[in-house]
């Protein structure tokens, strides 16, 4: 009888984190997307966007360090259940407080949550599958997220222009609690780790522990760290604001046409994500880890049709197209390298360091995040009738990183 290559425990967290990142996506895009209707600020916009990501970077690291110390279905159960809790409070409160501070808060809570949540997933896999198939897992968690990234967006869009914002938040409830409660029926082994000293102790010990692991024993890691960290800073940043602001703010599109465009174009980065997650699947161990500085320098080049056509054209369907297949291009790949770059940490990592290894890699590639949307932020509102500029600019800054990270990947696959 031919062995399954994935347990029934790690289909049921698929299966959960199917259904939990279609909320999530739904959430964080329709959130954002109110707040830049009501008020038209890509300013704004980009800046409650940063303080959204801070509370990721602050929360990755107590997350790893709670995945190696706890049950990770317990984790996950907790964290869905806390999330549908912060969505009903937000419903309930958003007639009768500030729209913008509560929706700060709320973001701020939903990516604080996120990044406390993503470690114990990624932590579960190598109790969950074995070494051979991490590639394949990871791939398939991958295209998880981007099939919820695609169909959050997409009908969370549709749903928003047509009714409004509390039938998204609702839909967004149901699917919490409907993770969580899936999630209590899986059994991750967990292994009880020794520990003394008060909790505050622990935390610091343990995440010195994991930095010195990426930057004295592997520094390959922390070098290819801050490769990623420039990434984010000068291309992520440009799509995660720009996108959003260039089809519902300076495309000349119907608002409502344009809220729904946006989710489509939101959709587009998705099905990128996926194919590029479906293809470091298929490849496999066909993927030359040294020839991963050339999947960032497509990314980079692929940028500039995106300023050209800004640039030189006015038709609003034409830039809509260029924007969107660009970025779902830069998704493939940027997908393809993210997962190469993740299943090597995990086989050069020991199991009782992933969960906080992989936090301290979240944590330090998320830091740019919030100086790269503000950035973007006051540079598309102050390059008004410009906005081809900031985007080429992008595209120069990325492909200056990416091709002077080909040496740094030649020797990652000598270290192997």
Known sequence: MKQRRFSKD????????IISLFGNAAIRFALPLYLLNITGSSALYGTVTACAFIPTILLSPIGGIIADRVNKRNIMVVLDFFTAAIVIVFSLLMESMNIVILLTIALMLLYGIAGAYQPSVQASIPALVSEENYMAANSVINAVSSLANLLGPVLGGILY???GLKPVLFVCIVCFLISAVMEIFIKIPFEKQASSG?????????????????????????KGLLIV???NLFMSSMIIVGLPYLVTEVLN?????ANQLCGFAQGALAVGGLTGGVCAGFLGKKLKIQKAGN???????????????????SFAELNYIVITVCCMIIMVFSTIFTIQMM????????????????????TVCMCAQP???ALYGFLFEFSSGFEYMVVLFSGVASLIIALCTKGIFKLISQNN
Request: charged content about 15%; some cysteine.
């Open 371 to 373: 100086v790269g949307s």
């Open 343 to 362: 299943s090597f940490v995990q086989t050069e990592t020991p199991k009782n360091l992933i969960g906080k290894v992989y936090s301290v890699i979240l």
């Open 10 to 17: 790690f289909r049921l967290v698929i299966v959960g984190q």
């Open 161 to 163: 222009s047509v009714y």
């Open 229 to 231: 960290c420039a990434i």
């Open 198 to 222: 008060s909790i505050l102790n622990i935390v610091k010990k343990d995440f010195a522990e994991s930095i010195r692991f990426i930057y004295k024993e592997k520094p390959i890691i922390g």
């Open 253 to 257: 599109f119907d608002s409502v046409w």
């Open 295 to 313: 999947l960032l320098a497509v990314c980079a080049l692929t940028v500039f049709p995106m300023g050209i056509s800004l640039m030189l054209f």
